[in-house]
Structure formats: C-alpha cells, structure tokens
C-alpha cells in the first residue's frame, strides 16, 4: 500500500511541476498583442458571416492589422467601421462595392411542375439528394428555406405563393445564404442594382417551357436588340453586366422580353 502511494505522489508531484513549467513557459513566450490589434478586435460587429473572406472577424480584424487587406470588407459593419478602423492604422478608407443576395428563379408551384411529393426533412440540401429536388426545373429554387435558416438578419422571406425572396434593405451581403444553397440559385448583386434576370436554368428553350413558365428560354432579343443594355447570352441564359448596364435599354429589354424575366428589382 505504502509503494502505491508514493507512485501516486511522485506522478501527482511530476504533473504539478509539469504544469507550472507549461503554464511559465507560456507566459514567457507568448508575445502580448498589439494594442492597436485589440482595438480592432474590438470594435468588429462580431457576426463572424465570412461575407469578407476570412474565418470569422478575429481573422479579418488580424488581416488588416498586418496590412493584408484595407478596411472596407465588413458588410455588417459598414463605412461606418471601416472609417474607424482606417482612423486606428492610419490608413485611407477603401469601402468594397455594398452587394445583396437575390434569389435568381421566378418559379413558384404555380409556374413550374414537380416530379414527385418531397416529404423528407425540410432541408434543400437533404432534398437535393434526391433527384436534385421535387422540381421539373433542377436549377431552380427548391423553396425549403435552408438560406432563410442561415441568414443572421432575417432578410430572407417567404411570399403568399409559397417562394422567397430578399429584403434588401435587411441584407448584410454576408453571402451566407449563397453558400447554403445547394443549386446555386442565391447570388450576391449591387445593392443599387435595379433589373435582375430572375432565373438560373441553363437548358435549352424547349426544355424550359416543358417545366417553367417563367424560365429563359435563351432567344437572345435583350442582348441582339439591345446591345447597349449589357446582356449577355450564354448557355441558353442571359445575364447582366452591371458595370455596362444602360438603364433605359434595360428597360426597353425588360419590355420586350417574352417571358417577363428581366425584372425590377423589389
């Protein structure tokens, strides 16, 4: 009995002496951070979204502590923070374009048909799994809600009819929701956007009208006969250069279109 217990002693008495050696050890060698990367860390909203690139606002507060990247990138945030972030380092304020998620599909139970009744968990993901969704169309919103589950403000709604939508003026542009969406149907535009083209299918024509009413069909009138609105037709969609964008051929486009898909946006 004596022998067990001076082991246990001996063990007890390494372990203490180990610990304290550690816990000096640490101290010694951890260098103490910059008062101005405190700060920084300080004043972040604390979303931690990873809509600037970085893991989590710790991160991006270290990234431009080191100078890696300039204030400006904190949606939550806003030129309000990046100004005073810039006012800590000195630095001049270089604010990233303010961008909003928007759900790219007009389709909603009315407009386009179902393979089958989905009665699984409600979860895009989980219903992708299964033939890529109940859908007809397997580009388009699945109307479950996983963006709604992700998004930190409550931006993300769901309409009379069943599908989603964006409220602008709630979104953060965290990207948060594009990154949950299992067919990619959520994409971050220009906050100042005003015309969307509201679909994400790139199948050809005749297989659109088989499965939406409201799907491109590819015909190429925004882009030929307007070529001054900035539309581009690729892989049977048309999408839209914001940056080459003329708003009055836009709208005289958005007329024009058949289906009615170049729409302003709410």
Same mark, same amino acid.
């Given at each position: 009995?004596?022998?067990?217990?001076?082991?246990?002693?001996?063990?007890?008495?390494?372990?203490? +002496? /180990? $610990?304290?050696?550690?816990?000096? %050890?640490?101290? *010694?060698?951890?260098?103490?951070?910059? &008062?101005?990367?405190? !700060?920084?860390?300080?004043?972040?909203?604390?979303?931690?979204?990873?809509?600037?690139?970085?893991?989590?606002?710790?991160?991006?507060?270290?990234?431009?502590?080191?100078?890696?990247?300039?204030?400006?990138?904190?949606?939550?945030?806003?030129?309000?923070?990046?100004?005073?972030?810039?006012? +800590? /380092? $000195?630095?001049?304020?270089?604010? %990233?374009?303010? *961008?909003?998620?928007?759900?790219?599909? &007009?389709?909603?139970? !009315?407009?386009?048909?179902?393979?089958?009744?989905?009665?699984?968990?409600?979860?895009?993901?989980?219903?992708?799994?299964?033939?890529?969704?109940?859908?007809?169309?397997?580009?388009?919103?699945?109307?479950?809600?996983?963006?709604?589950?992700?998004?930190?403000?409550?931006?993300?709604?769901?309409?009379?009819?069943?599908?989603?939508?964006?409220?602008?003026?709630?979104?953060?542009?965290?990207?948060?929701?594009?990154?949950?969406?299992?067919?990619?149907?959520?994409?971050?535009?220009?906050?100042?956007?005003?015309?969307?083209?509201?679909?994400?299918?790139?199948?050809?024509?005749?297989?659109?009208?088989?499965?939406?009413?409201?799907?491109?069909?590819?015909?190429?009138?925004?882009?030929?006969?307007?070529?001054?609105?900035?539309?581009?037709?690729?892989?049977?969609?048309?999408?839209?250069?914001?940056?080459?964008?003329?708003?009055?051929?836009?709208?005289?486009?958005?007329?024009?279109?058949?289906?009615?898909?170049?729409?302003?946006?709410?």
């Amino acid at each position: 009995m004596t022998a067990i217990l001076n082991a246990f002693l001996i063990i007890a008495g390494l372990g203490a +002496v /180990l $610990g304290l050696g550690l816990a000096i %050890a640490d101290r *010694k060698l951890t260098s103490p951070k910059d &008062s101005k990367l405190e !700060e920084l860390e300080g004043m972040m909203p604390g979303a931690n979204c990873g809509g600037c690139g970085f893991a989590g606002c710790s991160a991006y507060a270290d990234a431009v502590y080191q100078g890696k990247v300039l204030p400006g990138l904190c949606s939550p945030g806003g030129e309000e923070l990046a100004k005073r972030m810039a006012q +800590v /380092l $000195g630095v001049e304020v270089k604010m %990233a374009q303010k *961008k909003v998620a928007y759900i790219f599909c &007009s389709g909603d139970c !009315e407009s386009t048909t179902k393979e089958f009744d989905y009665k699984g968990i409600p979860d895009c993901n989980a219903a992708s799994i299964l033939f890529r969704g109940d859908n007809g169309c397997k580009s388009g919103c699945l109307h479950l809600g996983s963006c709604m589950s992700v998004c930190t403000t409550g931006a993300i709604k769901r309409k009379e009819n069943g599908a989603l939508e964006v409220d602008a003026s709630l979104c953060q542009g965290c990207g948060s929701c594009t990154k949950v969406c299992p067919n990619g149907v959520i994409k971050l535009i220009p906050a100042d956007s005003q015309y969307v083209v509201a679909c994400n299918s790139h199948e050809k024509g005749s297989e659109v009208r088989k499965v939406c009413k409201v799907g491109c069909i590819g015909c190429r009138i925004c882009e030929t006969k307007f070529p001054e609105a900035g539309f581009t037709v690729d892989q049977n969609l048309a999408t839209l250069d914001y940056d080459k964008a003329s708003l009055e051929e836009v709208c005289k486009a958005a007329q024009a279109c058949p289906r009615h898909i170049i729409r302003k946006r709410v």
